[in-house]
């Protein structure tokens, strides 16, 4: 099984400000993702953040919202961007190896 | 579609069984994953299975039907620490998980 941290752990942050959140794999991965996780429901994937090249976004997130780096394949990194209450969420960066394996998560609170 | 269906909410009692039920509709069809997740905390592997059948992993296991598009996760001897919720994901023919919107399960002494 794969080892994740993400950091930071939880944030409180204020509307029209930006956060970026950090994923750090124990081991070299190909597949890292992203995912959002709103109070009360299930996990939505935002996008697959691929080494050496621009990410994967999902249906209902863009680049300019959620930009994110891979800079190689142990790292990646997601920034929410122009922050609004209504992101307010639970971050969770996952990786594949033979199955799924989650980090920690990012707690965001905007006010 | 691709469609995942779980109960949304289940209540047991401390020492006793509970099933909890899955089903499925995706493009293709690459394997079904039971997740865990306590309040506040990321979802944890439970198992894995992409062949009809039961697997058994101790107190927790996990059926597929692939034909009636059907899983089930089985808790037995059920312990105060077992409530959470209990996520269902099915991979599609891209190898894209498919996420239930899992089930709450509370546990009562």
């Known amino acids: 099984s794969a080892v994740i941290s993400q950091k930071p752990s939880r944030d409180i942050c204020q509307r029209g400000t930006s956060l970026t959140i950090q994923c750090q794999v124990d081991s070299q991965v190909t597949m890292m993702f992203w995912y959002r996780q709103q109070p009360g429901q299930s996990l939505t994937l935002i996008a697959t953040?691929?080494?050496?090249?621009?990410?994967?976004?999902e249906s209902g997130f863009v680049i300019d919202k959620f930009p994110i780096s891979r800079p190689n394949l142990t790292f990646s990194t997601l920034t929410v961007s122009n922050m609004s209450p209504e992101d307010s969420s639970i971050y969770l960066c996952s990786v594949e190896t033979y199955t799924q394996y989650f980090g920690p998560g990012t707690r965001l609170t905007v006010l | 579609g691709q469609n995942i269906d779980q109960p949304t909410e289940m209540t047991a009692t401390e020492g006793a069984i509970v099933q909890i039920n899955c089903t499925y509709q995706t493009s293709g069809f690459n394997g079904l994953f039971w997740y865990q997740q306590h309040a506040g905390e990321a979802p944890t592997f439970l198992s894995y299975?992409?062949l009809d059948g039961l697997e058994e992993k101790g107190r927790f296991s996990s059926f597929l039907s692939r034909s009636k598009g059907y899983s089930y996760l089985l808790l037995k001897e059920l312990q105060m620490k077992d409530s959470a919720s209990y996520l269902c994901a099915a991979l599609d023919s891209n190898y894209q998980l498919i996420w239930g919107a899992g089930t709450k399960l509370i546990i009562k002494p």
């Open positions: 953040a691929n080494q050496g090249s621009e990410a994967t976004y």
């Open positions: 299975n992409v």
